[in-house]
Nanobody, 123 residues
């Protein structure tokens, strides 16, 4: 399975972007998919995750209420709708998939498939 992100770009503070992550293979129900972000010199942090089985969602506190994660099983595509963007949201965003239910959901080591990343810049 390969993951390919798209939808990054530059936007002014308060604007919106929608990231997409297409899977080249089938992501079985019950897997966990997530969005992570990283800035130079800092560790990769979990932004949001979704259980593709029961639809449970999880968010980083600082993005809750502004970002929405969703997954279209028919299209094998993961989305991240980002609204009210802030300069501190600037980062490279990665999608990831785990065959398990990572605990905590932010555990980077629990995800075994990663996309190449897409840059989001908020000014």
């Amino acid at each position: 399975v390969q993951l390919v992100e798209s939808g990054g770009g530059s936007v002014q503070a308060g604007g919106s972007l929608r990231l997409s992550c297409v899977s080249s293979g089938y992501i079985a129900s019950g897997h966990c998919m997530g969005w992570f972000r990283q800035v130079p010199g800092k560790e990769r942090e979990g932004v949001a995750a979704i259980d593709t089985g029961d639809g449970s969602t999880y968010y980083l506190n600082s993005v809750e209420g502004r970002f929405t994660i969703s997954h279209d099983n028919a299209k094998n595509t993961l989305y991240l709708q980002m609204n009210s963007l802030k300069p501190e949201d600037t980062a490279i965003y990665y999608c990831a998939a785990s065959p398990l239910k990572p605990k905590p959901w932010t555990a980077v080591s629990e995800y075994n498939t990663w996309g190449q990343g897409t840059q989001v810049t908020v000014s």
